[in-house]
T-cell receptor, first 115, second 114 residues
């Protein structure tokens, strides 16, 4: 089965600083990877997805991620953090089981943005 | 319409009650999903319906009973739940196959079992 590992359960950055959230995947086939954001007491919002079309993927709210096969990584970045970026971020991998596709999440990284 | 709507938003139920969670989408998606999310944990897959047929059941206890009456609606029937079943229940939908098109999530139903 495919899986993702998020390094760092909690990341703190200053407003205006670079945001880097790490995600590594484990898959024997080309993976389909996603980043979702969850604000307190809300559902999940898709930030971006990698489906093999391009290795650098741009998403919403200024986020982007780069797929690196050699490093089995799909790290999420944003050049300048904003207070509104404070939330829980989940990396996820999707695989087809033969009868349907399923989405499996990493353990999540809580992003704190300080003044 | 690009939303997945879940009702109710909050639910408190006793261990002997029977209740249902509802999920609706009008995006023409033919796959729908139920996830359970405990506090400070990632969502965990419970069920997948593809073309209104149950395709994946992640060994969920029988006190949770899913139903997909049509392509727009997904229900989760609850009966004889335990306090440890208290969680945020998330519904999602996708085109088929989901990994190509991505998954759209609802805002969830926060369930408390007393």
């Amino acid at each position: 089965a495919q899986s993702v590992t998020q390094l760092g359960s909690h990341v703190s950055v200053s407003e205006g600083a670079l945001v880097l959230l790490r995600c590594n995947y484990s898959s024997s086939v080309p993976p389909y990877l996603f980043w979702y954001v969850q604000y307190p007491n809300q559902g999940l919002q898709l930030l971006l997805k990698y489906t093999s079309a391009a290795t650098l993927v741009k998403g919403i709210n200024g986020f982007e991620a780069e797929f690196k096969k050699s490093e089995t990584s799909f790290h999420l970045t944003k050049p300048s953090a904003h207070m509104s970026d404070a939330a829980e971020y989940f990396c996820a991998v999707s695989e087809n089981t033969g009868t349907a596709s399923k989405l499996t999440f990493g353990t999540g990284t809580r992003l704190q943005v300080t003044l | 319409d690009t939303e997945v709507t879940q009702t109710p938003k909050h639910l408190v139920m006793g261990m002997t009650n029977k209740k249902s969670l509802k999920c609706e989408q009008h995006m023409g998606h033919r796959a729908m999903y139920w996830y359970k999310q405990k506090a400070k944990k990632p969502p965990e897959l419970m069920f997948v319906y593809s073309y209104e047929k149950l395709s994946i059941n992640e060994s969920v206890p029988s006190r949770f009973s899913p139903e997909c009456p049509n392509s727009s609606l997904l229900n989760l029937h609850l009966h004889a739940l335990q306090p440890e079943d208290s969680a945020l229940y998330l519904c999602a939908s996708s085109q088929v196959p989901g990994q190509i098109y991505g998954y759209t999530f609802g805002s969830g139903t926060r369930l408390t079992v007393v």
